[in-house]
């Protein structure tokens, strides 16, 4: 058949197979799907959800060329005053988590809290998806 990158995002979001798990203690860990083209000139496109359970996150497109300058949101955090670089080291405590994954637990709570409202952020959330797919496409055409 013809296997897509929708057709992987799909087969990790799957529950019911039990490749997706958001319960019991344990919560599948961030997803990849990449695609590489055979034409070594094309760029590699990989989608990362950088985000627990797959169902309830989005694959986004990171594309990695020389030269690229990465934007803010992509940056691990740093601290001014970091306790893992203080001596004595970490005396205090910064909250690591990343942008990107504070604001997947905000709309988590939001899905959880509000079904109504959960659901049409998931759409967004899936329109923007959408968005990086087809971006991905032009790109190697």
């Given at each position: 058949?013809?296997?897509?990158?929708?057709?992987?995002m799909s087969?990790?979001r799957?529950?019911?197979?039990?490749?997706c798990?958001?319960?019991e203690?344990?919560r599948?860990?961030?997803?990849?799907?990449s695609?590489?083209?055979?034409?070594?000139?094309?760029?590699?496109?990989?989608?990362?959800?950088?985000?627990?359970d797959?169902?309830?996150?989005?694959?986004?497109?990171?594309?990695f060329?020389?030269?690229i300058?990465?934007?803010?949101?992509?940056?691990?955090?740093t601290?001014l005053?970091?306790?893992a670089k203080?001596?004595?080291?970490?005396?205090?405590?910064v909250?690591r988590?990343h942008?990107?994954?504070?604001?997947h637990?905000?709309?988590?709570?939001?899905?959880?809290?509000?079904?109504?409202?959960?659901?049409?952020?998931?759409?967004t959330?899936?329109?923007?998806?959408?968005?990086?797919?087809e971006?991905?496409?032009?790109?190697?055409?």
């Amino acid at each position: 058949g013809h296997i897509t990158a929708e057709t992987f995002m799909s087969i990790l979001r799957d529950k019911d197979s039990g490749i997706c798990v958001d319960s019991e203690g344990f919560r599948t860990a961030g997803s990849m799907v990449s695609v590489l083209p055979r034409d070594p000139a094309l760029p590699c496109v990989h989608f990362f959800t950088a985000t627990p359970d797959p169902s309830r996150s989005v694959f986004k497109p990171f594309v990695f060329v020389a030269g690229i300058k990465p934007v803010p949101q992509v940056r691990s955090p740093t601290f001014l005053h970091d306790p893992a670089k203080q001596i004595p080291r970490f005396q205090s405590s910064v909250d690591r988590r990343h942008e990107l994954y504070r604001r997947h637990q905000a709309a988590l709570e939001l899905m959880e809290q509000d079904q109504e409202q959960g659901q049409k952020l998931l759409e967004t959330l899936r329109d923007l998806e959408q968005q990086g797919l087809e971006g991905m496409k032009a790109l190697l055409e």
